[in-house]
């Protein structure tokens, strides 16, 4: 083997000051063979660096001292692939602080850098990072730091355009020196997913880089939440003073907002959500909706008439009317069967829960019932009929068993009205197709918010978040314990249409530091990971961040001139349902 190729290629310097053996030398990037090492040479003569750099040039092999030593004027060389921390600081005197551990040795190796030497450590970083040695690492601890890839060797990369360059020829604070590396190594990522050249090895630190990236923008999220208004539940009490003299809601920004926030006591739960909702209009006053009220029981009476008045000859007729009957009182039998409302087939629970949905399969063919459905009326039926005793009845304050039949128009509107509020009629109608344009959707949002976040999740096939498809069915009635506090959010939001992108968003961002880090991301551990993850959230924090999503990421301003192509629903009226 010829001189030419056993000599080490010198890739970057920086020249520094080794603080434990108190020697100026040069500390170099060196390529040996396929493999990357540093290697720091004592400077005989501090003011004559080629005569350094010559000793670096003429090295025949990696393997010279180990930085162990006690201090002689030979080099020693550090195996990149064994760095376990690269970190800078920045001492009093304004000079930059490199420390070094490697597995190899115990202890850590400090350098000093001149604040004038800036433009050397930049173009070390540089080399260190379009190499594929190592990534951006940002911590709390380590907040200007690199996680080094334990695999890397000559053709980690591919070869990155020469106008991307970190370039910093001057030193103002190792922030903004920081801040420059991060904005680097973005245009690195774009350039190596253009070229679908990201290493495929699990190993390689993705995910701490992605982290790493987006925690600057993790920080004025955090911060926008800190200085979030506080309010208090809305009681009866506070529920009534939004009401004018004449039952008008007075102030429907406050009343939205306390309820997006804090919520509702269960107590008054059955006043709330009509208005919530929008069963009952924000601006109408207690005599209309005495009028609207009487409105919403005839029609229910009608819809209800009608499904009675449906026979077994019609049902045999239409096929996706019989299956739909069918499948209800399948999944009815099953439903929340602990709860004390469900638990026996012949009580009032059960019949008004298949009441409900057959009469919503009439009321809207487009979506008639799908597989689930059931689990959106409980939270609905519990809040208008909330006490039942241990056989089964409903009762009142007193105990007293009472008829709840009532209280049924009520809760179906709710419901009509929540599903056209969240636009939950186009998932529950085009179940696969809707799914995947709230992914598509959430995927613009992390790509706005951080674009190496949108990387990370296509270099690992996670785009269509396949593991929460079932939360988008439900609405998080199967997540959260409290769903009123998830539903009223959504309901009372800006822009309640899409507030499922942005409530997803928002959980995705919130589980993003736990699974970048996750080694295997199959989907089956991404479905075990999704509900542990989920079981730590608070849903008020979910709330606060969603709301930052929609200040800072407006889907209509992200979507600009693209079109989705959304399930072509039928405009249907029950009135017109023919029987026969």
């Not at 000051?17 to 720091?40: C, E, H, M, W």
């Not at 501090?46 to 162990?68: F, M």
């Not at 390689?204 to 926008?224: D, N, R, V, W």
């Not at 907002?257 to 924000?282: C, E, H, M, Q």
Request: hydrophobic letters at 40%; charged letters at 25%.
């Amino acid at each position: 083997m010829n001189k030419k190729e056993t000599n080490g290629l010198i890739e970057a310097i920086v020249e520094v000051f080794d603080k434990q053996n108190s020697l100026p030398g040069i500390l170099a990037l060196t390529r040996f063979s396929s493999y990357y090492y540093f290697v720091f040479q004592q400077a005989k003569d501090p003011n004559n660096i080629r005569q350094t750099l010559a000793v670096l040039t003429n090295l025949q092999k990696p393997v010279i001292k180990d930085a162990q030593n006690e201090k002689n004027d030979q080099p020693y060389q550090l195996d990149c692939q064994r760095i376990t921390t690269f970190a800078l600081t920045e001492n009093s005197e304004k000079n930059i602080v490199l420390s070094l551990t490697h597995r190899d040795f115990s202890g850590q190796k400090q350098y000093f850098i001149s604040s004038d030497k800036i433009f050397q450590m930049a173009k070390l970083i540089e080399k260190i990072l379009i190499r594929g040695i190592a990534v951006p690492k940002s911590t709390f601890e380590e907040p200007y730091s690199l996680e080094f890839y334990h695999y890397c060797h000559i053709k980690s990369f591919i070869s990155i355009p020469s106008n991307i360059q970190l370039h910093n020829p001057t030193f103002s604070s190792l922030e903004d020196f920081w801040n420059n590396v991060m904005k680097f190594y973005k245009d690195v990522l774009n350039v190596l997913f253009e070229n679908d050249s990201i290493p495929l090895d699990p190993n390689f630190p993705l995910g701490i880089a992605a982290l790493s990236l987006y925690m600057k923008k993790h920080k004025q999220m955090m911060e926008f939440i800190s200085s979030y208004p506080k309010y208090e539940i809305m009681t009866k009490e506070s529920f009534d003073s939004f009401f004018d003299a004449d039952g008008k809601i007075n102030n429907l920004k406050e009343f939205k907002n306390t309820l997006y926030i804090a919520g509702a006591s269960k107590d008054i739960l059955p006043r709330v959500i009509p208005f919530a909702l929008g069963v009952f209009p924000s601006e109408s006053t207690s005599e209309e909706r005495i009028k609207i009220d009487q409105k919403l029981q005839d029609d229910f009476i009608k819809l209800k008439n009608q499904v009675q008045l449906c026979s077994k000859k019609q049902e045999l007729r239409n096929r996706k009317l019989r299956e739909s009957f069918r499948v209800i009182i399948q999944d009815a039998e099953r439903t929340d069967r602990a709860c004390k409302a469900f638990k026996s087939r012949d009580k009032p629970g059960l019949s008004i829960l298949i009441s409900l949905l057959r009469c919503y399969s009439i009321y809207n063919p487009n979506v008639s019932y799908l597989q689930g459905m059931n689990d959106l009326f409980v939270p609905l039926i519990l809040a208008f009929i909330p006490n039942w005793n241990d056989d089964g009845d409903p009762i009142d304050d007193n105990g007293n068993i009472y008829d709840p039949s009532d209280k049924e128009y009520l809760i179906f509107w709710s419901f009509e009205a929540m599903v056209k509020n969240l636009n939950h009629d186009k998932l529950l109608s085009a179940l696969t197709e809707r799914s995947m344009q709230i992914s598509h959707e959430v995927i613009k949002i992390m790509g706005k918010i951080e674009p190496v976040i949108e990387i990370w999740l296509s270099h690992n096939n996670l785009t269509e978040l396949l593991w929460m498809y079932s939360d988008f069915v439900y609405l998080y009635k199967r997540t959260f314990s409290n769903i009123w506090s998830i539903w009223l959010q959504m309901n009372c939001s800006p822009d309640p249409h899409n507030w499922l992108v942005y409530f997803v968003s928002a959980i995705l961002l919130v589980m993003f530091p736990n699974i970048a880090v996750m080694s295997d991301l199959s989907i089956t551990m991404m479905m075990d990971a999704y509900p542990k993850n989920l079981a730590t959230i608070d849903p008020s924090e979910i709330g606060k961040i969603s709301y930052w999503l929609y200040e800072n990421c407006k889907l209509d301003e992200l979507n600009n001139n693209e079109v989705e192509n959304d399930p072509v629903l039928e405009e249907f009226k029950f009135e017109y349902c023919e029987f026969g």
